[in-house]
């Protein structure tokens, strides 16, 4: 396995998705301590570009929060701490998390793009993000943290965005 250094990225993009599925569920506060395990068949380092690919059976792992994909890869901008883009791609890429209730929430899509400097959380193609057995799908789901705003959006009129809410957590 190998540690990534930047270890609050990939909580915070499960996190994201937590906050997108039910505002008052918070994800497992200490997934954030963990460190990031990252196995893959293979990984490559480009300095110049600050660029980390991570291809093949990609499984990332940080206290509850596991990330399954084809690719992951991590940018970070020359002089830029804290602006990195992280894109996991796969047929789906997945992902889930326990959240401090105790409740999991699981998403996929074939894309997962993670903006940490805008913070904004971008799934595209097929996405899907189940929590208790609500449901929200549509070809692209964004997040945005800072204003905590949910878009769920269909790539024409006959893919349409479909969301199942379960009564007895409508209720609550």
């Known amino acids: 396995m190998k540690f990534l250094k930047n270890k609050s990225l990939i909580a915070f993009l499960v996190a994201t998705v937590a906050l997108a599925v039910s505002p008052l569920s918070h994800a497992l ?19 110049n570009d600050n660029t980390v690919v991570f291809a093949g059976d990609v499984r990332l792992t940080q206290g509850s929060i596991k990330i399954n994909a084809d690719k992951l890869v991590v940018v970070r901008p020359k002089g830029k701490e804290g ?3 992280m894109i996991a791609t ?24 993670y903006d940490v400097g805008k913070q ?6 097929k996405a899907v993000l189940l929590q208790s057995g609500n449901r929200v799908e ?23 965005v479909t969301t199942i809410l379960q009564p007895n957590q409508t209720n609550k």
């Open 29 to 47: 506060s200490t997934d954030q301590q963990q460190p990031i395990y990252i196995d893959s068949d293979t990984q490559n380092l480009d300095l």
């Open 138 to 160: 549509g070809q692209l789901i964004t997040y945005n943290i800072k204003t905590q705003k949910l878009s769920a959006k269909s790539a024409n009129k006959k893919d349409r």
């Open 90 to 113: 796969g047929k789906p890429a997945t992902f889930s998390q326990v959240l401090d209730d105790g409740k999991k929430i699981d998403g996929e899509a074939e894309s997962l793009r």
């Open 83 to 85: 602006q990195e883009v």
């Open 120 to 125: 904004f959380l971008e799934m595209d193609r």
